[in-house]
C-alpha cells in the first residue's frame, strides 16, 4: 500500500490535479455536501433538544407515594417488600424521611427542625412505570394500599406529549438517513466524475504496474477531502445562524431553558460531523473507484466464461 | 521467457482472435508479429501483459502461467513488462519529464531513484533537450520516443511494442525501431507488432506471421 514519502506525495500531487480539473463538478456537489451536511447538523440539534425536553419531562412521569408516618415498623417492611413486587414498575427509589427532610433543608437553605421541632416529612417512594400509559392505574393500585398517605403523579397530557416527540424523533431519524444517503451520493458523485475524467491516466497507471491501492488514493483523498470541508463549512454555518438567532431572541427578551449546555454540545456536534464527513468521503469514494476499477476484471471474466468454437 | 500453448482466444463467440497458438520466444529474442489487419497480432500482446485472458491453452511469462495469475500479482507482473502503442497514450498536461517519471511513481519509487533514472533515459531516447515541452510541441516521432522512455524506465525484461510506427512518416519510423533495437541488444526482449513491410524487410530479424488468429509463418531470418 502507501509505502514511501513519494507515494504520498504523489498521491497529494494528483488529487490537486483532480480538484484543479473539475472545479465546477467540484463545486455544485460540494455545495450539496454542504447543504445536506447542515440540515444533518441541525436535525440533529433539535433532536438534541428534544431529548433533553423529554430527559426533563420524565420526572412527570413519576409516581411518588408518600407513607403515613405513624405505622409500625413491620409495617413499613411489608408495604417495601409488596412495592418491589410490582410489576409495571421500572425503577423505585426510596427516600427516608431523615433523607428527605436533609434535602428539603439544603434546597431551601432553612433547619426544618429548628422551628418545627421534629420532622414533618413522610416516608417516600418514587416509582417509574415501564409503561408510562398505565400509569393511572399504577397509582391507584398505590392508593389501595394500606398505610399509604398519599398518592401523586404526572398529568396524563404529559404522556401524550412525550409520545408525540418520541414520534418527532423517529421522524428526524428517519430524514437523517435520508441526508446522509445524499450525501453519501453526492461525494460518490464528484469521485465519479474524477475518475472518468481520470480513466487515460489510470489506464497508463495500470499498464505500468500501479497497483489497486496506488490508484485508490488520490480519490480517497478526495473524498475525505469534500467530506471535511463540506462538514466544516456546515458547522460553521450552524454556529453563525444559532449565534444570530440567540441574540435575536435575547434582544427580545426571550430566555429558553437551559435543558443542555450548548457549548459542549455544538463542540459534539461539530466533532461528529467532521468524523461523519471523513467517513461518508472515504466509503463514497471507494464505491466510486472500485466500480471502475472493477470492469476492467468484470470484462475478463466474462471473456473467459465464453464458450468457443 | 514467453511461451503461448494451444493458445485460443475470442472476444465474442463470433469473433475470434487467435486459434490454436503455440509460439516460444527466448530471452533477448527480438521478434516481428506481422499480419494483415484483424490477424490477432494486438490481441497476442494483450496476453502477455495480462490485459485478457485466453478461453484455453496456456500462457508462460517468466515461467508463470498467466490464465492462472491472481489479480494482486498483475501490477508485478506489468513491472517488468514495457509497453509502447500506436497512439502514444502519453497525458497532455504533464510535461516530457512529467510522463516518464509518471511511471516510477506510479509504483511508489524513492524521489532519489526519479531524479537519477528519468533524466538518465530520456538522454538514452534523445530527448535530453526536450525534458519541459508538453506532448502537443513535439513530433509524433518525439512523442514515441517519450513512451519508449516511459516503458523503458522501469528496466523491463521485456518490450512490447504494438504498431509503434504506425502514426509515423518512413524515415521517423526506421529511427524508433532502431532505438527499440538498441534497446533488445542491451538485453531486452522485444516484440513489434507491425504490418509495416519496410521495416521488417530493413532489420531482417525473426518475424512470425499471424493471420486470422492463426501462425503462418515464423522465419528466423525474416522478411515481409
Ligand atoms: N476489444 C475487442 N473487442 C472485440 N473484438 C476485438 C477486440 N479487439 C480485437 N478484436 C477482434 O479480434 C480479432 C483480432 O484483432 P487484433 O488482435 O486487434 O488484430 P491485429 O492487431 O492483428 O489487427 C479481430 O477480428 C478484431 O475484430
Ligand atoms: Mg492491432
Redesign the pocket.
Known amino acids: 500500500m502507501v509505502t514511501s514519502f513519494s507515494g504520498i506525495r504523489f498521491f497529494f500531487k494528483e488529487f490537486a490535479e483532480n480538484l484543479r480539473r473539475n472545479p465546477f463538478v467540484g463545486l455544485t456537489h460540494g455545495l450539496q455536501v454542504i447543504i445536506s451536511l447542515m440540515v444533518l447538523g441541525f436535525f440533529i440539534m433539535l433532536m438534541v433538544f428534544i431529548g433533553a425536553f423529554l430527559f426533563s419531562l420524565r420526572n412527570m412521569v413519576e409516581v411518588y407515594a408518600f407513607l403515613q408516618t405513624d405505622l409500625p415498623a413491620e409495617r413499613y417492611v411489608e408495604i417495601d417488600k409488596m412495592l418491589r413486587d410490582m410489576p409495571n414498575v421500572k425503577e423505585l427509589q426510596y427516600i427516608s424521611r431523615e433523607d428527605a427532610l436533609k434535602k428539603f433543608s439544603e434546597s431551601y437553605h432553612i433547619s426544618v427542625e429548628d422551628i418545627l421541632e421534629y420532622n414533618p416529612l413522610p416516608p417516600t417512594y418514587i416509582l417509574r412505570p415501564i409503561d408510562v400509559t398505565k400509569i393511572e392505574s399504577l397509582a391507584s393500585q398505590l392508593e389501595d394500599i394500606d398505610g399509604m398517605w398519599q398518592v401523586r403523579y404526572g398529568r396524563k397530557e404529559v404522556t401524550s406529549l412525550m409520545k408525540v416527540l418520541v414520534g418527532v424523533q423517529i421522524v428526524f431519524a428517519l430524514t437523517m438517513i435520508l441526508l446522509l444517503s445524499a450525501t453519501f451520493s453526492s461525494i460518490n458523485n464528484i469521485i465519479r466524475m474524477s475518475v472518468y475524467s481520470r480513466r487515460r491516466e489510470i489506464r497508463i497507471m495500470q499498464l505500468v504496474g500501479a497497483t489497486n491501492w496506488f490508484i485508490r488514493w488520490p480519490f480517497i483523498i478526495e473524498g475525505a477531502f469534500f467530506g471535511v470541508i463540506g462538514a466544516l463549512a456546515a458547522v460553521l454555518i450552524i454556529y453563525l445562524i444559532g449565534e444570530a438567532v440567540y441574540s435575536l431572541l435575547a434582544t427580545l427578551q426571550i430566555f429558553l431553558p437551559t435543558l443542555v449546555d450548548v457549548k459542549v454540545m455544538f463542540g459534539l456536534l461539530a466533532l461528529g460531523m467532521v468524523v461523519a464527513g471523513l467517513l461518508i468521503g472515504v466509503v463514497s469514494s471507494l464505491t466510486a473507484s472500485n466500480r471502475f476499477l472493477s470492469t476492467e476484471m468484470r470484462r475478463i471474466e466474462e471473456m473467459r466464461n465464453l464458450e468457443v468454437v | 521467457m514467453i511461451k503461448f500453448v494451444d493458445v485460443h482466444?475470442?472476444?465474442?463467440a463470433s469473433?475470434?482472435?487467435?486459434r490454436g497458438i503455440d509460439l516460444h520466444i527466448q530471452k533477448q529474442d527480438f521478434v516481428f508479429?506481422v499480419?494483415?489487419?484483424?490477424?490477432?497480432?494486438?490481441?497476442?500482446?494483450?496476453c502477455v501483459y495480462r490485459e485478457i485472458v485466453p478461453q484455453s491453452g496456456k500462457v508462460f511469462v517468466f515461467k508463470k502461467d498467466l490464465t492462472k495469475m491472481p489479480l494482486r500479482e498483475i501490477p508485478f507482473l506489468r513491472r517488468r513488462i514495457g509497453v509502447i502503442f500506436q497512439d502514444f497514450l502519453l497525458l497532455p498536461q504533464k510535461t516530457v519529464y512529467g510522463n516518464v517519471s509518471y511511471a516510477l511513481e506510479v509504483r511508489g519509487a524513492p524521489m532519489k531513484v526519479l531524479r537519477q533514472r528519468v533524466p538518465e533515459v530520456l538522454e538514452w531516447v534523445g530527448l535530453s533537450r526536450k525534458l519541459k515541452s508538453y506532448p502537443d510541441e513535439l513530433s509524433g516521432g518525439e512523442q514515441q520516443r517519450v513512451c519508449i522512455a516511459r516503458a523503458l524506465v522501469n528496466k523491463p525484461d521485456i518490450l512490447l511494442a504494438?504498431?509503434p510506427t504506425g502514426n509515423l512518416d518512413p524515415e521517423t519510423s526506421i529511427g524508433i525501431v532502431e532505438i527499440l533495437q538498441r534497446v533488445n541488444v542491451r538485453g531486452t526482449t522485444l516484440i513489434v507488432?507491425t504490418?509495416d513491410e519496410n521495416i521488417v524487410n530493413q532489420f531482417r530479424t525473426r518475424t512470425v506471421r499471424?493471420e486470422h488468429?492463426k501462425i503462418t509463418s515464423d522465419r528466423h531470418e525474416g522478411g515481409y
Do not use: N, V
Open positions: 482466444l475470442a472476444y465474442s469473433t475470434p482472435a487467435l508479429l499480419g494483415s489487419t484483424g490477424g490477432g497480432k494486438s490481441s497476442l500482446l494483450r504494438d504498431e507488432a504490418h499471424l488468429g
